[in-house]
């Protein structure tokens, strides 16, 4: 178990996936994280993933771009208004 430097345990949690069907695309999560772990995405109405500014996107996604950088620190967490973020413990 890791500590924080006052020596409390610290569980990082790390970003697995985010439930595309609940996410709102608020990006919330993008700004706060110091990472290179999210994405911002478009979805066209077909359900299908397409650039972030594609003229087809329908809504507003987040994605995982790369789960490997996170570090776990619970910052996306702290501001998402879904329960569109899911998370594994290290
Ligand atoms: S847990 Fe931290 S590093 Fe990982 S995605 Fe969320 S804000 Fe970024
Ligand atoms: S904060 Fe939550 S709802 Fe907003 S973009 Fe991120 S995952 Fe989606």
């Given at each position: 178990m890791l500590q924080t430097r006052g020596g409390t345990a610290w569980q990082p949690n790390y970003l697995d996936v985010i439930n595309q069907d609940v996410c709102?695309?608020?990006a919330r999560c993008f700004k706060v994280c110091?990472?290179?772990v999210l994405q911002p995405a478009g979805m066209t109405e077909d359900g299908e993933q397409v650039d972030?500014?594609?003229?087809?996107?329908f809504r507003k996604i987040m994605t995982v771009?790369?789960?490997?950088?996170?570090?776990?620190?619970?910052a996306c967490a702290k501001v998402?208004?879904?329960?569109a973020m899911a998370f594994v413990a290290a």
């Open positions: 709102i695309g608020c110091p990472r290179a972030f500014d594609d003229d087809e996107a771009e790369d789960a490997a950088d996170c570090i776990g620190c619970g998402c208004s879904t329960t």
